[in-house]
């Protein structure tokens, strides 16, 4: 299966921006619906925002025209830019991949998980 490596969080004061990065050990990021999530401590793991094999985006509310995802098929990375950032941001983010078209932002449609990375917003 799939091994996913997410790099790119750390601590930024609120306002500021952050990039993610998730590399891919195969064409999963070409092939496959591609989403990140995020999880902040007692709180369920949310979908922030998804990607198809052909560019369709989705995100979610919370984020939406403040977090952008993209994809380089070609280094196999799935990126995660962040920018306003709120210290409700605050949380791990895991890179996810699920199959061949997206189905929504559940847990559920996704198949393979990074560890993920801690991304800290501070006011």
């Known amino acids: 299966q799939v091994q996913l490596v997410e790099s790119g969080g750390g601590s930024v004061q609120a306002g500021g921006s952050l990039r993610l990065s998730c590399v891919a050990s195969d064409d999963t990021v070409r092939d496959a619906c591609m989403g990140w999530f995020r999880q902040a401590p007692g709180k369920m793991r949310e979908g922030v925002a998804s990607?198809?094999?052909?560019?369709?985006?989705l995100y979610a509310d919370s984020v939406e025209a403040r977090f952008t995802i993209s994809k380089d098929t070609a280094k196999k990375t799935l990126y995660l830019q962040m920018d306003r950032l709120k210290p409700d941001d605050s949380a791990m983010y895991y890179c996810?991949?699920?199959?061949?078209?997206?189905?929504?932002?559940?847990?559920?449609?996704?198949?393979?998980w990074g560890q993920g990375t801690q991304v800290t917003v501070f006011a």
């Open positions: 996810a991949a699920g199959y061949r078209w997206c189905t929504g932002l559940l847990p559920t449609g996704f198949r393979n």
């Open positions: 990607i198809d094999s052909v560019g369709t985006t």
